[in-house]
């Protein structure tokens, strides 16, 4: 975790406030299909196992099976409609999806009957390379949805060289990458903290064009499509607690005039670069937060951060779904 300070550009208290008050809860977008069939998922089970099907250690896994579940009632025909795309994301790296169709089955836990997509075989070779961290999150219609799986031996993220831009992208790339390059700990008067007695973080954000390290332009202004109860801006920032559903923070674009300047820039071998800045969130130490960064309107490939003294996923006992229907 990074410790660079960005004192310089904390907010007044008024503004801190205002943005501790706008965490929106995700909801089922209107005119989306059937209740029945749309699923609010949750990753419920990571299974490790060895390239012969032999249940490991996490420390031993060559791969993973991982199990999403609905938390709401659906049906017990299908699949979710919209479909669920699980994404991976390896150490800092952006988070991709694992390109593996799921196979849905039947459960029965504790004599209710839901179904369950199993994404089977999924690469997380914590044998070979124990420093790894893979982390899990489920995308409905490019939006993350749902709570976030860290499957590794040490899951906090160290990032002490943030990623440096080599170049820029177009005005208008057609998908990009949001890395978090610095996550800032400290106290309720800016000073710096460390992770397990931080009570707010600073958050810093750069966005590349997919696939690359050219940074968006400086005059980039990323547009909001249709109003969604998903994305309330054109940059939000996503926040999961321990293993609750992800849910927005929007600070930024068209509502700067009010709460203030969120984008800033930084020099690199004399070129400037745009970085978008969350500001004073608040946290409590001992808990798990994971952040990840979606533009809208644009196909976003976010890296994961989690801040956590330890930030390894742990649910023994999911809970059960309503019955389906």
């Known amino acids: 975790m990074s410790a660079i300070s960005m004192r310089g550009i904390s907010l007044t208290s008024a503004m801190r ?45 060559q791969l993973v099976n991982v199990s999403v579940w609905p938390t ?7 699949g979710p409609n919209p479909p669920i795309d699980l994404f991976l994301a390896r150490n800092s790296e952006p988070a991709s999806s694992i390109g593996i169709a799921p196979r849905l089955i039947q459960r029965t836990v504790g004599g209710v009957r839901f179904p369950s997509e199993e994404f089977e075989n999924v690469p997380a070779n914590l044998a070979v390379d124990p420093l790894a961290t893979y982390t899990f999150v489920s995308f409905v219609n490019g939006i993350p949805t749902g709570n976030v799986w860290v499957h590794a031996i040490d899951s906090r993220t160290f990032l002490p060289h ?13 998908a ?31 966005v590349f064009e997919h696939g690359t390290l050219n940074s968006v332009p400086i005059d980039f202004e990323p547009r909001m499509t249709e109003p969604s109860q998903f994305l309330t801006g054109p940059l939000a920032l996503y926040v999961s607690e321990d293993n609750a559903p992800l849910r927005a923070i929007t600070v930024v674009g068209r509502q700067a005039e009010v709460l203030g300047e969120y984008r800033v820039t930084y020099t690199v071998n004399g070129h400037v670069f745009p970085r978008w800045v969350f500001n004073d969130l608040p946290v409590q130490p001992g808990r798990q937060y994971h952040f990840l960064v979606i533009v809208s309107g644009i196909r976003t490939y976010p890296s994961i951060w989690t801040h956590a003294a330890d930030g390894r996923t742990s649910l023994a006992a999911p809970a059960t779904p309503p019955p389906c229907v």
């Open 17 to 61: 406030l205002l943005i501790a008050l706008t965490l929106l809860l995700p909801s089922a977008a209107s005119g989306a299909p059937d209740s029945s069939a749309a699923w609010m998922p949750e990753i419920a089970i990571v299974w490790p196992h060895d390239l012969q099907g032999r249940q490991t250690s996490v420390s031993r896994s």
């Open 72 to 78: 709401s009632q659906v049906s017990c025909d299908g």
């Open 162 to 174: 943030p990623v440096v831009p080599t170049g820029y992208s177009g005005s208008s790339p057609s």
């Open 176 to 206: 990009v990458d949001t890395r978090i390059q610095i996550v800032f700990p400290h106290d309720e008067r800016g000073n710096f903290a460390p992770v397990n007695e931080a009570t707010r973080v600073n958050v810093a954000v750069d």
